[in-house]
């Protein structure tokens, strides 16, 4: 069990979701990584904070994080922690409650643990799923499902395309978004796009624990704590419809 890591990962997320909502309510201070991709004085200290708190409590532990400079020494630990300080810069700025702090726990290569906090909405999800099943597969029912996607991806028509009957949703973070899978809302979470370890790990594990399916679009196997910490693609359902999806889009891909 991991009693204690969920205990600190859920404090340290609270904590640094008390000082997010802090900055954007006094007025927060923003600007551009490598030329373009939004970052706010709030990621800097909430990564301050995150790190402080978990590797403070767990110091054989390895860390990965959106806002911390990435090392090799990492990749010689079984245990690595992968965070995202906010996943949802942007909404966060434009004051959209859609956005999230992202911790999650991987060992072995295997998320285990989640913890996802929304600031803004006061939600807070955590489980660890060491032990999770699976859900047992269902067949279809021929009703329509509701497919969770990102915001930007639904506003420009980025998503691929879906088989009929498919209702998609646009949610901001893909960190929140795969939480709010987890407690039941949607049928599926979908991203065409790559996205980084961080973005992904604490939702996956959330919802392992609810028994769904996470892999790639194709439905193929994601390691995390990898040397190029990227996934490709993003497919959770449960099993019966990730299945049924998975194989949708490996059709596409010959074709």
């Known amino acids: 069990m991991l009693e204690q890591e969920l205990m600190v990962a859920v404090d340290a997320a609270l904590e640094a979701g008390v ?105 807070l999800f955590a489980a660890e799923c060491l032990s999770a099943p699976e859900r047992v597969p269902t067949e279809s029912t021929g009703h329509s499902i509701e497919v ?20 998609t949703r646009g949610v901001g973070s893909v960190a929140y978004r795969l939480a709010l899978l987890a407690s039941g809302q949607g049928n599926a979470a979908l991203s065409g796009h790559g996205r980084a370890e961080w973005d992904v790990a604490a939702g996956i594990a959330l919802c392992r624990a609810a028994g769904l399916r996470a892999s790639d679009i194709f439905g193929e196997a994601m390691p ?20 049924r999806l998975a194989t949708f889009f490996r059709r596409l891909r010959r074709e």
């Open 19 to 123: 000082e997010v909502a802090r900055l954007r309510r006094d007025g927060v201070r923003y600007g551009r990584k490598d030329g373009w991709e939004l970052v706010s004085e709030a990621d800097i200290r909430a990564a301050e904070m995150l790190h402080a708190a978990l590797t403070g409590a767990f110091p054989s532990d390895g860390w990965l994080s959106e806002e911390h400079r990435d090392t090799s020494e990492r990749l010689g630990r079984d245990r690595v922690w992968i965070v995202d300080p906010i996943d949802g810069t942007r909404e966060y700025l434009q004051g959209i409650d859609e956005y999230a702090i992202s911790i999650g726990l991987a060992i072995g290569g295997l998320p285990v643990l989640g913890v996802v906090h929304n600031p803004a909405t006061g939600e």
């Open 148 to 167: 969770l996607v990102g915001r930007g991806e639904q506003l420009h028509d980025e998503l691929p395309p879906l088989p009929e009957g498919t209702e």
């Open 224 to 243: 995390f704590n990898q040397a190029d910490p990227y996934v490709r693609g993003l497919l959770v359902a449960e099993p019966g419809l990730h299945s």
